[in-house]
């Protein structure tokens, strides 16, 4: 178990510029799931999949926002015409429901802290 | 949005004290979770209550639940420094969703 692991950790890019987060998630987690902090605030919820399948997205999350699992394993962010407003840290986490498909705790990468001028 | 409020917002004790945290949420869930966040890291998993279980320990942790009252506590006994940290309650959803939905965060600052 090599836990969660995002790449890159500190992203710095121009307002406008698309960019990319990659998340690789625990092996065999089948869930996986992404999540936005700003400073001082909870993490906030952006979407989850369940394998390759993308079951729920945020309605927060604009038409520049896309997230893709395409194998059921890493997953990757992208973000289109970055804006100064989506400087936040985004954090990827996974899990494995196990036999109780209901109660299974969320495990946590790192975060990529993204900064846009 | 944000399911949970956190209270107090932010705690500041002595090395030794007990810590107590609430989190209030809104709607029905099947379980309730803690994590702890250091600074610039993530979080990471300390505790699951589920719905039909009022209370549940784990080593110096206290976790209760009041489903009536869609609340919960956490209590750190004899804190230590390295408990300095922000504290996020998170539900999930009884609708049958598995997306949590983290508070708001309580900021514990444990002085030596």
């Known amino acids: 178990d090599t836990g969660v692991s995002q790449d890159p950790r500190h992203k710095i890019t121009k307002r406008g510029q698309n960019v990319t987060f990659r998340c690789d998630p625990i092996?065999?987690?089948?869930?996986l799931y992404w999540y936005r902090q700003t400073l001082g605030q909870g993490p906030e919820f952006l979407t989850y999949?369940?394998?390759?399948?993308?079951?729920?997205k945020s309605r927060l999350l604009s038409d520049r926002f896309s997230a893709e699992r395409p194998k059921g394993s890493f997953s990757t962010l992208e973000i289109q015409r970055t804006e100064q407003g989506d400087s936040a840290m985004y954090l990827c986490?996974?899990?494995?429901?196990?036999?109780?498909?209901?109660?299974?705790?969320?495990?946590f990468g790192n975060g990529t802290r993204l900064t846009v001028t | 949005s944000q399911q949970g409020e956190e209270d107090p917002q932010a705690l500041s004790i002595q090395e030794g004290e007990n810590a107590t945290m609430n989190c209030s949420y809104k709607?029905?869930?099947?379980?309730l979770q803690w994590y702890r966040q250091n600074s610039g890291r993530g979080l990471v998993h300390l505790i699951l209550?589920?719905?039909?279980?009022r209370e549940k320990h784990s080593g110096r942790l206290r976790v209760t639940l009041d489903t009536s009252k869609k609340s919960s506590s956490l209590l750190i006994t004899a804190s230590r420094a390295a408990d300095t940290a922000s504290y996020f309650c998170?539900?999930?959803?009884?609708?049958?969703?598995?997306?949590?939905?983290f508070g708001t965060g309580t900021r514990l600052k444990v002085l030596a």
């Open positions: 709607t029905s869930i099947n379980n």
């Open positions: 998170a539900t999930d959803s009884a609708s049958g969703t598995y997306k949590y939905i």
């Open positions: 092996s065999e987690h089948n869930r």
């Open positions: 999949f369940q394998n390759e399948a993308q079951l729920e």
């Open positions: 986490a996974s899990s494995h429901p196990g036999d109780r498909e209901l109660n299974s705790p969320l495990h």
């Open positions: 209550i589920r719905s039909n279980e």
